[in-house]
């Protein structure tokens, strides 16, 4: 695989779905990538990137982000509120909003320093006791709730489960998304991005497919 398989097989997805070309944004799961790999893909030109940790973030990203212009960090794995702060200043995007406590925390912030990442409303649309996100039947209460902080609430995220066919929980993130006025869908990995596109992903987060395998974690 690489970047450019990617981009095309993206393109390709674009233009079956009928979107327009560009419509879709790739961000590169750089999560515990060697350094050496990262900058290999920035050489390439990819400028969005997602992480799953804050610190492994704020380790990896200030230096590159002095040699390569137009950096943007999207955070997609869960928050923890007691690092809330700390995204906020390193990341452009949070698709993991999950819970009233941590909207609470970005409002806070948001009013302190007068900004806030784009944020994504994680929706567990499989009901997995063991996995973040707001239930479908709350998610409707749960961005009015953000909104009623003055959020930026910009879309919804969710990870379908292992073993279930993506293409059912991508097409109820579109339905809860649209009744909700949400323009922005984040869904769709390596193994199922074409399909998240046909049913309306903004997006997509790729990352085994871009870098290779992961070194751990």
Avoid: Y
Avoid at 21 to 28: E, F, K, N, R, Y
Avoid at 59 to 79: A, M, T
Avoid at 93 to 99: C, E, G, K, V, Y
Avoid at 196 to 207: D, F, I, S
């Amino acid at each position: 695989m690489g970047l450019e398989d990617i981009r095309a097989r993206l393109a390709k997805a674009e233009r079956e779905a009928g979107r327009a070309p560009g419509s879709v944004t790739l961000v590169a799961v750089s999560k515990v990538q060697p350094l050496a790999r990262v900058e290999a893909v920035l050489e390439q030109g990819q400028r969005i990137f997602g992480e799953n940790k804050v610190q492994e973030a704020a380790g990896k990203w200030p230096g590159f982000r002095d040699r390569f212009d137009g950096v943007e960090l999207h955070l997609i794995g869960p928050l923890q509120s007691n690092k809330s702060r700390q995204a906020v200043e390193l990341f452009d995007a949070i698709h993991s909003l999950d819970r009233p406590k941590l909207a609470r925390r970005l409002a806070d912030h948001a009013q302190e320093g007068g900004a806030c990442p784009d944020l994504f409303i994680q929706v567990n649309t499989g009901e997995e006791p063991q996995k973040a996100g707001v239930l479908p039947a709350e998610t409707d209460a749960f961005v009015a709730e953000c909104r009623g902080m003055d959020l930026p609430i910009r879309g919804l995220m969710c990870i379908p489960p292992v073993g279930e066919t993506p293409s059912l929980h991508f097409a109820l993130l579109a339905k809860i998304a649209a009744r909700n006025g949400l323009a922005g869908l984040s869904m769709g990995m390596s193994d199922d991005f074409e399909q998240a596109v046909a049913l309306g992903a903004t997006h997509v987060r790729v990352g085994s497919a871009i870098f290779g395998t992961r070194s751990n974690g």
